[in-house]
């Protein structure tokens, strides 16, 4: 099943005379309207017009995500507002969110997008879909939602949250679909269980699951707790949302919608291309974004590219689950959390430069963050109740700048590991 | 009127109060009276010792967390009744005890209150103004 067939089984040296034209075009129209990027290339003399061929883009600079923070809120745009129709952000601080932006044009081109996705994991007009992610400033939510109505599928918009309703409403809506990260798959699994509810009564067929890291453990686990088939999709907000890559119904990679997307596979330390199905750092640059187009975004996701093709016939390429990052950045329950955030808190509280240790775990299918902290003076107090209370406080800020609850655990002083040069300050223990 | 007390950060592990206790006694340093508050995973122990600098001195050196209060210690009588009447006489002035501890000194005769109160100084005017005797640092570190 395929949602633009022409468009994704097109043939692949036609793909790349495209993409060479909408690279070209994107170049053009980023130097004209973004100042950021116009910079950039006159510091380098590049010139878009002379762009001969796709692999000319490994002259032109990256963009990370501290560029977008730079340009906050709608420095990076290529419109003028009143051309845009929406504004999304990335999850994670509220200081240093990263702000994206789409035309009437591009919300078209995100539910096209995302249909593929949908219609490549098996839904249709027939089916019912229970939307569980976020919907916000997080792109989960709506992003799948104008996906899922563009195909034509009776949307059920209940956002994430309250387990026993979304279970409830699955049973007497008779949902066939569900989407939202696996982790919540399989909470709703066990809170299916305590409730006695037997999964095989429910309608369900499909899930579609992504915005966290998960394992072909974890998939066997869903689809046979659930009675479904789960596939996995990929998307970022700084690149658009869900619907950048998805699998088909082979399960067995995500195929890139490069129609839209060039992607480049490099090692993270070298910057220059890996061997052809070699793990490297996944960097985009959009073909088709008109409010915020990104040149090489640096996602720091891993990954490796399964060139072989696929039996469902589609001609874009594969990539694999996300096998890691390269970077120090957690997703602790769908939210981005970076180390130096936890860092710049308890500095703010210490007064002093703090040893601590982040501890990731999976309870009842939830993640769960602990942050270690060693016991300065300023941190001591003789008072049980000073003590706890300075926990308290070390949580509520935490919680505040990170969006996502965390534990705290006092160990004394000089009891973490010290760590010559880059500080290995992670210690995951979920096992996907 | 106030007697320094020293706090230790100890995690909730095995054999971490022996280590103290290893070290003060390698330094020579008395302990005259100690208290552990806890929870699961941490303690906080506190400790009055006859030479406050060179213990806080030396556990730092050994990797431990120390931090120093004021506390208040009042000798009374050892006999029933005795912390009764110092808390009623407390408690009559409205003031909160943080927490406190106690121990009986060498003859025998006299019990010694350590006290932590919310409001240290008002504590003491209405102690003394009650006639307790209120030990100072010297005479609690050579008891």
Redesign the interface.
């Known amino acids: 099943m395929y949602w633009q067939r022409e468009l994704e089984c097109m043939d692949r040296a036609e793909l790349e005379r495209l993409q060479l034209q909408r690279l070209v075009a994107t170049l053009k129209r980023v130097a004209t309207n973004v100042p950021f990027y116009r910079k950039k290339f006159q510091e380098l003399q590049l010139n878009p017009d002379q762009l001969g061929s796709l692999e000319g883009l490994r002259d032109y600079p990256f963009t990370t995500k501290q560029d977008l923070r730079d340009n906050y809120p709608y420095g990076l745009f290529a419109v003028p507002l009143r051309d845009v129709v929406r504004v999304h952000a990335s999850s994670g601080t509220t200081g240093s969110s990263t702000v994206v932006g789409y035309t009437r044009q591009d919300i078209v081109t995100w539910s096209d997008l995302v249909a593929r996705i949908l219609t490549g994991a098996g839904v249709t007009a027939n089916d019912v879909i229970q939307i569980a992610f976020g919907y916000g400033l997080f792109t989960g939510g709506f992003g799948l939602h104008y996906g899922a109505e563009r195909v034509g599928a009776s949307v059920i918009p209940i956002s994430s949250g309250n387990t026993k309703r979304q279970i409830k409403i699955m049973q007497d809506f008779k949902t066939t679909a569900l989407v939202c990260t696996p982790s919540y798959a399989l909470k709703m699994a066990d809170v299916m269980m305590d409730l006695g509810v037997n999964p095989n009564g429910l309608s369900l067929r499909y899930g579609l699951f992504g915005a966290e890291p998960w394992s072909e453990a974890m998939r066997q686990e869903i689809n046979a707790r659930l009675g479904i088939r789960a596939t996995d999709n990929y998307g970022l907000s700084e690149v658009m949302g869900p619907g950048v890559a998805g699998e088909c119904q082979e399960c067995n990679g995500l195929h890139i919608s490069e129609d839209h997307f060039y992607i480049e596979i490099l090692d993270p330390d070298t910057l220059e291309p890996v061997p052809p199905g070699e793990v490297g750092e996944l960097v985009i640059t959009t073909l088709t974004k008109e409010a915020f187009p990104v040149i090489r975004y640096r996602t720091r996701d891993l990954t490796r590219l399964m060139p072989e093709p696929c039996p469902c016939g589609r001609t874009f390429v594969r990539m694999s689950r996300m096998l890691g990052r390269s970077d120090d950045m957690l997703i602790i329950k769908g939210v981005n959390v970076f180390p130096t955030q936890i860092e710049s808190v308890l500095f703010d509280i210490e007064g002093t430069e703090p040893h601590y240790r982040l501890v990731v775990e999976r309870e009842n299918n939830e993640d769960k963050l602990t942050v270690l902290v060693e016991?300065?003076?300023s941190?001591?107090?003789?008072?049980?109740?000073k003590?706890?209370a300075l926990i308290e406080h070390i949580k509520k800020r935490l919680a505040s700048e990170l969006g996502v609850g965390v534990e705290i655990?006092?160990?004394?002083?000089?009891?973490l590991e010290r760590f010559n040069g880059k500080a290995d300050r992670v210690i995951d223990r979920r096992q996907l | 009127m106030l007697v320094e007390?020293i706090?230790v950060?100890?995690?909730n592990k095995s054999g971490r109060l022996a280590d103290i206790t290893a070290i003060l006694a390698d330094n020579a340093i008395n302990i005259r009276a100690l208290s552990v508050?806890d929870?699961a995973?941490?303690g906080?122990l506190?400790l009055i010792v006859d030479k406050v600098e060179q213990a806080k001195t030396v556990l730092r050196a050994n990797?431990?967390?120390?931090?120093k209060?004021q506390v208040v210690a009042v000798e009374v009588e050892d006999r029933t009744g005795g912390l009764a009447k110092v808390l009623r006489c407390i408690k009559d002035a409205g003031i909160n005890v943080?927490?406190m501890y106690a121990f009986v000194n060498k003859t025998g005769e006299n019990a010694v209150l350590i006290f932590?109160f919310e409001k240290m100084e008002e504590a003491i005017a209405t102690l003394q103004k009650e006639g307790f005797t209120i030990l100072s640092k010297e005479q609690i570190y050579s008891l």
């Open positions: 016991v300065v003076e941190l001591l107090f003789d008072e049980m109740k003590q706890k655990k006092l160990v004394e002083e000089r009891s | 007390q706090a950060f100890l995690e508050a929870t995973d941490f906080i506190r990797g431990f967390t120390v931090g209060t943080e927490y932590r």
